[in-house]
Nanobody, 123 residues
Framework: QVRLVESGGGLVQPGGSLRLSCTIS???????VAWFRQAPGKEREGISC????????YYADSVKGRFTISRGDAANTVFLQMNSLKPEDTGVYYC?????????????????RGQGTQVTVSS
């Protein structure tokens, strides 16, 4: 069974940076990893998806130019580097396997997801 564990969240001031990690265990049979976030009272938002089959990367418009998704040297780890953070970036961030951008500024996933890590951007 695939297990995903997120880490790296925390409290940061506006304009600051954080790097989230997603560590995957139990299987290597997945073709991509995505990051999502959910803020209180808001719908889930697909942030980024990296597909290993064709090395394609997708970003939501809200984070394009500020966030970077990458795969670690250990193939079972995916990072999300978040720069120039804003208060509206606050939420629970989680990763999930087997992602697919929809073409309408959103992402679907067809695998497993982690429990998430809290990111709070506040002064």
């Amino acid at each position: 069974q695939v297990r995903l564990v997120e880490s790296g969240g925390g409290l940061v001031q506006p304009g600051g940076s954080l790097r989230l990690s997603c560590t995957i265990s139990g299987s290597s049979n997945y073709y991509g990893v995505a990051w999502f976030r959910q803020a209180p009272g808001k719908e889930r938002e697909g942030i980024s998806c990296i597909k290993f089959t064709d090395d394609s990367i997708y970003y939501a418009d809200s984070v394009k130019g500020r966030f970077t998704i990458s795969r670690g040297d250990a193939a079972n780890t995916v990072f999300l580097q978040m720069n120039s953070l804003k208060p509206e970036d606050t939420g629970v961030y989680y990763c999930a396997t087997d992602c697919q951008p929809t073409g309408w500024n959103d992402i679907l996933y067809f695998g497993s997801r982690g429990q998430g890590t809290q990111v709070t951007v506040s002064s």
